[in-house]
């Protein structure tokens, strides 16, 4: 029975679950898949006593639930002190602490490791992992899973890694800075393609030329043709 989940519970819960109908021996196993010890403590027990015959039936079904042993048999003190005092020190025991008090919820919160349970709406509901816990299984998982050797290996992976992430991105923005610019390319092309059009005028020169020397080769041929006519 050791190995089984426990599942702390206080006045509150036991009122919430009176008035929803919520028969916790048997759901509470069934939401947590599996079989649970539902626990209280003595000073809940006295803390319903004392609050007369409002809470009557509450404390009938926190009665009902084993008695888990603290240290304030000789001076009771407030169930929910009474219920910190037990998941203290890392929470040993693995408890389940099952509640409607805010102000427990909240310091239940603050510790690592600690699952919350509330009844919302007559149904059990387990609240979302605090930060603390989320940090705490990580711590968990890395130091049991990954041994000393292991972690020193990873370490150095990091650091090699971390100097050639820092080392690549330099070396690629020097490439890209050497280049020369494509717009700037652009805009000597446009500057060379002008000169060819300065070009178009000596061509029409060179035309009027030929022509010229045409005309200039054409006369002595026709002087000979009237000489020619005149001797005959």
Do not use: W
């Amino acid at each position: 029975s050791s190995d089984l989940p426990r599942v702390l519970l206080d006045g509150t819960f036991c009122q919430a679950a009176l008035r929803g109908r919520v028969q916790l021996k048997e759901q509470l196993p069934g939401y947590l898949r599996g079989e649970v010890e539902l626990c209280t403590t003595g000073c809940v027990l006295k803390e319903l006593a004392s609050l007369g015959k409002e809470l009557y039936g509450a404390r009938v079904i926190a009665q009902r639930f084993q008695v888990r042993h603290c240290f304030h048999v000789k001076s009771p003190v407030a169930g929910s002190a009474c219920l910190l005092s037990l998941i203290a020190g890392g929470n040993p025991h693995k408890y389940f602490v099952a509640t409607q008090d805010q102000d427990l919820a909240a310091k239940v919160r603050k510790k690592a490791g600690v699952p919350l349970l509330f009844i919302i709406q007559n149904t059990i509901v387990l609240d979302k992992p605090s930060p603390k816990s989320l940090a705490f299984v990580q711590a968990m998982q890395t130091s049991q899973l990954v041994p000393k050797q292991q972690k020193k290996n990873i370490e150095l992976l990091k650091e090699t890694q971390g100097i050639a992430k820092e080392f690549n991105p330099r070396g690629k923005k020097r490439k890209r800075t050497s280049g020369p610019n494509p717009l700037s390319c652009l805009k000597k092309k446009k500057k060379g393609a002008t000169p060819p059009l300065a070009a178009a005028p000596a061509s029409t020169t060179n035309k009027r030329r030929k022509r010229k020397r045409a005309k200039a080769t054409g006369n002595p041929e026709s002087a000979e043709l009237q000489n020619s006519a005149i001797e005959g």
